[in-house]
């Protein structure tokens, strides 16, 4: 037996014996009943009176138990909108759209019109609009143009406990907007102000440190939601596992053979892991004898698009068993009916910040332990509809060992774009009263990045740069990229390249199992100079094909060079809008001002002005590059497209941590490139 005996039921657990049945998707009236069978429903009316008597309110309720889904319906039902609009925040974009596309089904209305969303690069939002899915940076987007957020009368800011760095910064720009709309409107003086009606907010989660937000809004009630959770029975594993995925491939394979019927739910860090899991499952599924339940499998993390897992909400047609392989996302943000086993890995990846040791403004995903917090939500999960398993792989030591719940992000991401947003809202970072300080090091290297894009003056004051980098959608460095092709007038190659690099998909198919000949067919794709440029070598050909094949031609065109469609297309509609970003700055895309058809060399400037920090030089031995900006050494990563020969100096995209430190997303370029960037040369005032 590789577990050791079950713990007993994991605590606290009520079982009130009323079991809702699995989700089925239908009519409206059918949803009607399921919207009432919800356990937030029985305390409708006393919550919409505690909302309407409060300002601020603190809503706790365990997962599941019609949070996010009703709350903003009440709300709209009763009246307390108004004419207004209801926001609900969310940390992650698929959360945000398919709980949109759940509340658009129960108000019988198509997404898009009262019922809406809005994530980075994707807006379905109209003049109807009243209840409105947003991610936690999309709000604070919005503060740039809208700094008191007059279109809503109530913000809900959902998931709070999980203390990312925009929720954390739309909680403390929360507070003064609140106190600023509440003045009688004689003080607020003439024009807008005078026309805002008071803001609510609502602060939702599903963890236990509720407190801490009714202290930050001055002691603001916190109401309970009354859950059901059935019992879970928790086995460890009893020695520790070196490798999680063959891990979790058997135990999946021993609930499948020996227990009863139930889907299994399997938490994994990232994308790379579902896919590469998801593969093996096939595999092996395909083995079994005939009679056994079919294995049907639904991958689900914040990278997919909108719509993508639909199925998953889907109940399993009969004789087969859902395999749902998850991110972190389906601990609190989504709730997926039928799941009775459920098997932690134990992982996740975390936004981590290096800020000593890269020295520059850079975040990158660590796969990191899972918190107690974390795996005592993985574990309900299982319990929702009736008793459950939960199988960790990781021994009881270990989960003992964990901490408590994590770091809020203020103190472990970059800073960079957040301190650029505040400067446009003419507020200094330290000055805002957040519910944990940051760390003092990454707010000042978040002003060394802004000052070394040109963002700040010597004065740390916002220059005309700084503002417009902050008018795109994208992380400051490649806007400061998307500026800089401006003045090197390659606009259109740069815009390809960076909205390639902010998609959330991978562009290049991993082919770790077909190396030799995947490396054979995207030879004809690299570029000497190295990744940059081969992924605008991809998007040319790919602009190509499409004028010349069909759909079905293009997909298999992707296919056979092992790329992702998906990211070409989603880099194709980020494109169509940074040109409308771009044409306000009036940079053109006019491809005929260039007298030669060879920019490779503008492109390459264009691109060092933005990954300034994010470069390095070779070092003697000839193979590792040691960073400009700060102490690590680094090797270029084995997926680069730039050949081993040796090259004096780089830019990259990210550093990724392994057993050593790689540099992905390389282009080699001359050093005296780095010339050409002002900061670098104390041009700049
Ligand atoms: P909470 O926010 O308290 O965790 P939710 O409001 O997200 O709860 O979920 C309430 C119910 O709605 C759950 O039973 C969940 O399965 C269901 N649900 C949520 N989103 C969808 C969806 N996109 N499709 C089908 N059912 C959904
Ligand atoms: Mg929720």
């Not at 969303?117 to 009243?130: A, C, I, W």
């Not at 963890?207 to 460890?236: C, M, W």
């Not at 509609?573 to 503008?602: M, P, W, Y």
């Not at 920090?613 to 031995?621: G, K, R, V």
Request: net charge positive; hydrophobic share 35%.
């Amino acid at each position: 037996n590789r577990f050791s005996a079950p713990n007993g039921p994991s605590s606290p657990s009520k079982s009130n014996g009323s079991v809702d049945g699995p989700t089925k998707p239908g009519k409206s009236s059918s949803l009607q009943e399921q919207r009432r069978a919800l356990p937030i429903a029985l305390g409708r009316e006393k919550l919409i009176a505690k909302i309407r008597q409060n300002d601020v309110i603190v809503l706790l309720g365990e997962t599941g138990s019609g949070k996010t889904t009703q709350v903003p319906q009440y709300i709209l039902e009763s009246g307390i909108a108004g004419t207004r609009m209801v926001a609900v925040t969310q940390p992650r974009r698929v959360a945000a759209t398919s709980l949109a596309a759940r509340v658009a089904a129960e108000q019988n209305v198509k997404v898009g019109a009262a019922v809406g969303y809005s994530v980075r690069f994707d807006e379905r939002s109209g003049p109807d609009t009243r209840i409105k899915y947003l991610t936690d940076g999309m709000i604070v987007r919005e503060l740039l143009s809208d700094p008191l957020l007059s279109r809503y009368s109530v913000i809900i800011v959902d998931e709070a406990h999980e203390r990312t760095l925009r929720t954390d910064l739309l909680l403390a720009s929360l507070k003064g907007i609140q106190k600023y709309r509440s003045q009688p409107s004689d003080a607020k003086g003439k024009g807008r102000a005078s026309l805002l009606n008071p803001l609510k907010i609502v602060v939702m989660s599903a963890t236990l440190d509720a407190e801490k937000f009714s202290k930050f809004f001055d002691n603001a009630p916190i109401e309970y939601i009354q859950g059901r959770q059935h019992p879970v029975q928790i086995f460890h594993s009893a020695e520790s596992q070196s490798d999680y995925l063959a891990a979790a491939l058997r135990v999946f394979f021993q609930v499948h053979t020996d227990q009863g019927p139930g889907d299994v739910l399997i938490f994994l860090p990232g994308q790379d892991d579902i896919e590469s899991l998801e593969k093996s499952i096939r595999l092996y599924a395909n083995k079994l004898p005939h009679k056994s339940m079919e294995v049907v499998i639904c991958p689900m993390y914040a990278a997919q698009a909108a719509g993508q897992n639909s199925k998953v909400f889907n109940a399993a047609p009969p004789n087969t068993r859902k395999c749902i392989l998850a991110t972190n996302i389906a601990e609190t943000s989504i709730t997926i009916p039928g799941v009775k086993y459920v098997i932690d890995t134990g992982k996740c990846k975390e936004k981590q910040y290096l800020a000593r040791e890269t020295g520059g403004g850079f975040d990158t995903l660590l796969t990191k332990d899972i918190t107690k917090s974390s795996a005592n939500q993985r574990a309900g999960r299982a319990g929702r509809e009736g008793s459950g398993v939960c199988f960790r792989l990781y021994t009881e030591a270990a989960y003992n060992n964990m901490a408590v719940s994590a770091d809020p992000e203020i103190r472990r991401c970059s800073l960079t774009s957040s301190v650029l947003q505040l400067k446009c809202l003419g507020q200094d970072f330290q000055e805002l009263d957040f519910m944990d300080k940051p760390d003092y090091d990454s707010v000042v290297s978040a002003y060394k990045s802004l000052w070394l894009f040109g963002a700040l003056n010597n004065s740390k004051e916002l220059t005309p740069t700084g503002r417009q980098m902050a008018a795109f959608p994208l992380d400051p460095c490649y806007a400061r990229i998307v500026l800089a092709s401006k003045e090197y007038n390659c606009a259109p190659e740069i815009v390809e390249i960076v909205s390639v690099l902010s998609a959330s998909s991978k562009l290049f198919v991993d082919v770790s199992d077909q190396r030799d000949s995947a490396a054979e067919l995207r030879r004809k794709f690299r570029h000497p100079t190295g990744d940059h440029l081969t992924i605008l070598g991809v998007v040319k050909a790919y602009q190509e094909i499409a004028l010349a094949e069909n759909k079905a031609g293009r997909r298999e065109w992707c296919r056979k060079h092992f790329l992702n469609e998906r990211a070409l297309l989603e880099a194709r509609d980020i494109r169509d809008q940074l040109k409308q970003t771009c044409a306000r700055f009036g940079i053109s895309f006019d491809e005929g001002v260039r007298a030669d058809n060879n920019n490779d060399d503008a492109v390459l400037k264009a691109l060092a002005h933005g990954l300034v920090q994010n470069s390095a030089l070779l070092q003697p031995d000839g193979v590792t590059y040691k960073q400009t900006m700060g102490h690590t050494t680094v090797k270029i990563h084995p997926s680069s497209a730039l050949s081993d020969r040796k090259h004096p100096a780089i830019i990259f995209n990210e550093l990724v941590y392994t057993n050593q430190v790689y540099a992905r997303g390389v282009s080699s370029i001359p050093k005296s490139f780095f010339l050409s960037i002002p900061t670098l040369n104390q041009r700049h005032s």
